[in-house]
């Protein structure tokens, strides 16, 4: 019953936000379920890249196709490198450092959220070669965060995708759930061979995500941009903190 509950809170902010399911889904597998950070974080990529499948279906007339195609093969290179280097860091490290990630996003998303912009349009004339090569170094980390820690790096794809690509937002997150689709199959090839996992956990998991996911769209759709990110930098800031605590405390003993 809680795998459920738990992949339906993944599910329900991927949906919401258009990033951030394994944000929550890592800390409730290592928290919830008492599972090593490994697992977990190749648990979650079957749960956020189900989800944003599911997500990139159902809001696929917004979806920038090209755009998403090129970002995710860029960040689909270098999600094997992220899963490399996450071998060579104790359980700790791995906890401490996704705690840190999440902190960081928090800051982000709220920062995000008091932004003031411009409405922006596809018909914008094409970003100079600056930011495209802005574009190409947010991919490339997209990559290596998925493959380290098992996210799916929306909270770094939408902006990129808004100020960078001059997207529109809600553009922007529907794209974003389709580079994240991709990224996070391409970095499971990588783990799912290494790490034994409980298929009828992982299918339970994914079942609540995509019940969840189905739940964020139709949110999505009621609330403003501006609220959903605080709600993800709320949440991300509480268990960002909570395991940072955790992982000094384990330091200390």
């Avoid at 947010?138 to 820690?149: D, E, H, N, P, R």
């Avoid at 100020?163 to 922007?172: Q, S, V």
């Amino acid at each position: 019953m809680l795998i459920i509950v738990l992949g339906l809170i993944s599910g329900l902010l991927l949906g919401i936000t258009g990033g951030g399911g394994a944000i929550v889904s890592v800390p409730a597998l290592v928290y919830g379920l008492h599972m090593p950070m490994q697992i977990a974080t190749t648990m979650s990529l079957f749960v956020v890249g189900s989800s944003a499948l599911l997500g990139t279906i159902l809001k696929r007339k917004y979806v920038a196709w090209g755009k998403g195609l090129i970002f995710a093969i860029l960040g689909s290179l270098f999600s094997p490198v992220g899963s490399f280097l996450a071998k060579r860091f104790s359980e700790s490290s791995l906890i401490a450092s996704f705690a840190v990630l999440m902190l960081i996003v928090a800051v982000l998303m709220f920062k995000r959220s008091n932004a003031k912009s411009p409405p922006l349009n596809n018909s914008q004339p094409s970003a100079p070669k600056k930011t495209q090569w802005l574009v190409v170094i947010v991919a490339i980390c997209t990559g290596l965060l998925t493959g380290f820690f098992g996210v799916g790096g929306g909270f770094m794809i939408v902006p990129a995708l808004v100020l960078l690509n001059k997207l529109e937002n809600k553009t922007a997150a529907a794209t974003s759930l389709f580079i994240i689709s991709l990224i996070s199959i391409s970095s499971l090839a990588n783990k799912v061979a290494e790490i034994e996992l409980d298929v009828k956990l992982v299918l339970i998991f994914m079942l609540g995500s995509l019940l969840g996911m189905l739940a964020g769209n139709y949110i999505s759709q009621k609330i403003s941009n501006k609220l959903s990110q605080r709600i993800f930098a709320a949440i991300s800031a509480l268990l960002g903190i909570y395991m940072l605590i955790d992982s000094v405390l384990k330091f200390a003993v």
